[in-house]
């Protein structure tokens, strides 16, 4: 299976409603595909304090100590292929954290 270009992530993220981010895991870190342009503006973050934030793992977002429902719902939805649906506190900009719903499916 070949890998997608950061192209095409884009072009498929593009197609998508609403707030996207599209991830890899890769071990025990997640990776950054796609990221649509409004998800830093919903943390009150500019891109560049987003793309600081989660240079390493978009995971460092997600409050430490949410990280890992977080990772299990999304690792769970990869091997199960159920959706995931989570609530969990992401950092913001301005309120220290702010609730987050993702919901996900494969």
């Not at 949410?66 to 719902?73: M, T, Y």
């Not at 292929?81 to 506190?89: E, G, K, L, S, T």
Request: net charge negative; aromatic share 8%.
């Amino acid at each position: 299976m070949r890998s997608m270009t950061a192209a095409e992530w884009a072009e498929l993220g593009k197609a998508m409603p609403g707030s996207v981010g599209i991830y890899r895991i890769n071990r025990d870190v997640m990776e950054t595909l796609y990221l649509s342009e409004d998800v830093p503006e919903i943390l009150t973050m500019d891109k560049t304090e987003y793309h600081t934030l989660t240079k390493d793992d978009a995971m460092d977002v997600v409050c430490v100590p949410d990280r890992p429902a977080v990772l299990e719902s999304v690792r769970k939805c990869v091997t199960e292929r159920v959706p995931a649906d989570i609530y969990y506190r992401a950092y913001h900009g301005k309120h220290g954290f702010n609730w987050v719903h993702a919901q996900g499916k494969i």
